[in-house]
Each structure stands twice: as C-alpha cells, then as structure tokens.
C-alpha cells in the first residue's frame, strides 16, 4: 500500500454561471485560468475519493466540480444542487494519470442564485508502482517580482507570497529519506530583460534542480533531469535570483514532487507568518494553505483509506504570549495524542517524536488546531504546522514528518 492522501484548505467563493480552477495540494484559489492551478502529477497513477466540503451556498440550481486530467474532465466528480452544503465525496469513480499529466479541480457554477463558498477539499493518489509513495509539494497564487539583483526564497507548499530574505520562514523540514524532483514553475508574464532563476535549496545550500526564464519568457518550465537526495532532518525550499532587468516577473505555480520507498507521504499546511493571539482557539487544515477558522467543520478532511499520523511538527517564528500555546493534531473533532508546546517566548521547530494515531477510513475527519487560552496577552507568528502520514509495511517502527517554517 502507498497510497497518500492531499488535502488543501482556504476560504473560496464562485459566483453563478463561472468556472473556476482549484489546485491540489495546495491554497485555495479561484483562478479563471487553469495553467494558473494545474500541479504536475509526476509519477503514473490514480486519484480518486474526491472530497469537498462547501459552508455556503446561495446558488438554487446545481454546481459541478470536477477532477480534471490535463484540461480534460474525469468521471470524478461531486454535484452541489440548490442551496446544497457540507460534505460531499465521490467514492465510486477513479482517473487515471500519466506522469506527464497535470490535475486541477474546476468548479462551474450553476446559473441561477449568487455564490458558492468551499472551505476544504481532498483527494488520494495510488502509484502503478506500489514501491512509492508520492507527495506533491505546490503552491498556487500570483507573485509579481521585481526585485533587481538579489537572491531571496520561497516556499514550495502552502500559501504563495512575496519572496523573502529570512529563508527559514519558508523551508520544509523533512524526517523521512527521499528523492525531490521535478521543480516547475509555471510564470504568465515576464517583464524582466535579464535572467530570473527558481532553485532548489537543501539545508540552506544550494541543490541540483533549477528553472531559468530569460528576457521575455513565459509559460511552464520543469527540471526533468535533476533531483535532491533528501536524508532524515534536512529541510526543503527554493530560492529565486534576479540581475538587472527592472520589471515583474510573475509566477503563479511552484511545485516540486516528493518520492519515498517507505509508504510515507507528508501532509503540510504553510502561510505567511500567521498571527495567533492570546486567548484564542484556531483550526488549520491538514494540507495547503494556512488559513485559519474558527469553525473546525471548515477545516476538516476525510480520508476513505485508513493510515497512522505521526510527527507533528510547527515552526514559530516569533512568541510574546505569557503563557503556552499548544498545537495539536485533532482526529474527527477530538485531540489526538500528536501534540507540541510552546511555552512562553519558546520559537523555532518543535516535533512530536513519541506519539501516533491511526486515521480510520470514512469516519475519521483530519484538521489541526492551536489554542492559547491560557494567554491574557500576546502573540505568536506560525508559518507551519505538518505530520506524516504512512500506510507503510509493518516493518516501519516510525513514520517521519516535516514542518514548513
């Protein structure tokens, strides 16, 4: 078994009569272009279990999403009819991918009402090989850079924002042996007159894998020949390098693929330095972009194959709470035994090395939760919360996780 499953989490809304594109893996984000949403599958296999949670729903006739291969529709797919919310899956049909495919959700809304809001979605990838295990690593948004002659980095899960000079703030820790491969960007237009360099960063040096767009260039690029041995405890970004050139350089795709030969796959939701004050309880997707609520159903995801939780990490950046904050894996509304604690002015990774839960197919929904009840004052700034899942052989005694800080 190696199946893994993507869930992505952000607060989106699609008017009547409009198609938009959803990524997975990945913030949320309504694009009206699908090139703008589309990740790379890289390795042959299936996607199926489609899950979508909708909190609200003013349009009274019906509104369709799909899976889509390659800018063509699947069989995979979940219809909202009028006024429909909650959860919605489709357990009974399957697509398959190429691993030269590229998939996106497309949302078409119906043609009498207002809007549709969706909050959370997922879907599980099983390989033709069964000997990997694949994560894809994206994020999806739209980044004008213009910034001359400089180095700063970026992340490649979760949430899409203004690259940055503090390259913690967006690395991946990872705990688990692996490959990276595949980096792509996808970039719209390019103002820029001189060269503009997306690279693949391991342990804050420089990796293997890189994409160049010269003066002018735009549309899709992938390293296809390079890939980074990943070893237990290095962590993961991209850096982005500019000369001379003036103008923007927009992207709106960075996605880079993950593979293990250990059935463990990483779930990871990142954004940029997100806030949480004193005396509050916040829930967090289990994948893509951190984007908080405080309506956990909002949150939530549902795998339909069963697999154990282990390793939940987070990365705090900065921490003025007087008193702990506590951030914990919940397990269909309950808090599971994967828990980390920050304690007055504590930053940095913390990880969960000791605990574990199983995630029990159909029943069980997936989300995190951070709460600092406790706090009369203070703030703390989290850019990451992630855990590893693993439906591995059972001669595995521990799955490893990773943190996007």
């Known amino acids: 078994m190696s199946m893994s499953f993507m869930p992505s989490r952000g607060t989106v809304s699609v008017s009547l009569s409009t198609t938009r594109y959803l990524a997975l893996s990945s913030l949320a984000r309504a694009a009206t272009a699908e090139a703008s949403a589309e990740v790379p599958v890289r390795e042959a296999g299936t996607l199926s279990n489609l899950f979508v949670y909708v909190s609200a729903n003013t349009i009274t006739s019906n509104t369709v999403i799909t899976l889509r291969k390659s800018t063509v529709d ?26 030269t495919d590229y998939a996106t959700l497309a949302v078409v809304g119906g043609g009498t009402g207002t809007s549709i809001t969706l909050q959370a979605w997922a879907a599980e990838f099983n390989p033709t090989n069964t000997a990997k295990c694949l994560t894809i690593l994206a994020t999806c948004g739209s980044t004008a850079y213009s910034t001359n002659s400089a180095t700063n980095y970026i992340p490649v899960a979760g949430s899409q924002f203004a690259p940055t000079g503090t390259e913690n703030n967006v ?7 692996g490959t990276a491969s595949n980096l792509f960007v996808y970039a719209p237009t390019n103002a820029r007159t001189t060269d503009t360099t997306i690279a693949s960063r391991i342990n804050g040096a420089n990796g293997n894998q890189t994409v160049t767009y010269t003066s002018g260039q735009t549309g899709r690029k992938e390293d296809t020949s390079n890939s980074d041995t990943i070893a237990s405890g290095d962590d993961i970004n991209a850096k982005i390098v500019t000369s001379t050139g003036g103008s923007a350089f927009t992207y709106e795709v960075v996605s880079m693929s993950v593979i293990t030969t ?105 989300n995190y939760t951070s709460v600092s009840t406790a706090a009369a004052s203070g703030s703390a700034t989290l850019w990451g919360i992630g855990m ?17 800080g």
């Not at 690395?171 to 042996?177: D, E, Y």
């Open 262 to 366: 250990t059935g463990e796959f990483l779930m990871q939701a990142h954004g940029s330095g997100n806030t949480v004050n004193f005396g509050t309880t916040t829930h967090w997707g289990a994948g893509g972009g951190m984007t908080s609520t405080g309506v956990e159903a909002q949150a939530q995801t549902r795998p339909r194959t069963s697999f154990t939780c282990q390793e939940l990490a987070a990365y705090v950046s900065s921490n003025s709470l007087d008193n702990n904050l506590v951030i914990t894996a919940r397990d269909n509304g309950v808090y599971s035994a994967l828990t980390v604690t920050y304690t007055t002015a504590q930053t940095g990774w913390k990880t969960d090395l000791s605990n574990s839960f199983v995630l029990t197919a159909a029943t069980d929904t997936v």
């Open 171 to 177: 690395k991946l820790k990872i705990h688990s042996a």
């Open 74 to 99: 699947t069989s995979v797919t979940v219809t909202y009819t009028s006024g429909q919310t909650g959860i919605k899956e489709d357990t009974s049909n399957s697509a398959s991918y190429a691993n």
């Open 388 to 404: 590893m899942g693993y439906t591995a052989v059972s001669s595995l005694s521990f799955s490893r996780g990773f943190v996007c």
